[in-house]
């Protein structure tokens, strides 16, 4: 029994036929796409949101060691001083670049021989209803940095000192 389009009549297993090719087509594939498909997009969310961590935490540790070495550069200040110049670039800081990135806590320290500088944040978890069977609705990111504290007179002096035989001079 045809019904004008092209279809004919179904039987046991289901058949369309393509009117255009006349072959027919079984339709259990639309049934496991619409089970495979949701896996697949979720799949590659979690791919993109990894992406994003990644992104995000690299960038953290870039920043960190830049704001250590903006420390550096300041080599006659004292402990206080390079803390404050470090603290005022952190404030600064454009928190924009970060993709999915939420800025935690920072902290500086700095002797007289290096300079420490930590940063936490979190990115948000994909599928925050997910995280909550393992308490973990974030993903959390930690950075640090750290350089030595050189003087370059105090090098260029211990050098020429040592190449006098220990004379002072």
Known sequence: MGDGIGMKEMSGLEKAVDPRKGWGVEAYF????AMILPFVMAFYLLLIY??????DRCLLEQDM????????L?????????????ERQLAGMDWNRYLAFQPGER??????GEITLEGEGAVSAPFP?????????HWKIRAEAEAARISPRL?????????RGGQEG
């Not at 639309?30 to 796409?33: F, G, L, R, S």
């Not at 209803?129 to 609705?137: I, N, S």
């Open 65 to 72: 060691m830049e704001l250590v070495l903006e420390g550096i």
């Open 30 to 33: 639309t049934v496991e796409a």
């Open 107 to 112: 902290g500086i320290r700095v002797t007289q």
């Open 129 to 137: 209803q997910l995280g909550k069977l393992f308490d973990e609705t």
């Open 74 to 86: 300041c080599e006659d200040g004292s402990n206080e001083e390079v803390a404050q110049l470090v």
């Open 155 to 163: 090098v260029i002096r211990t050098c020429r000192k040592i190449l």
């Open 50 to 55: 990894t992406m994003f961590f990644q992104y």
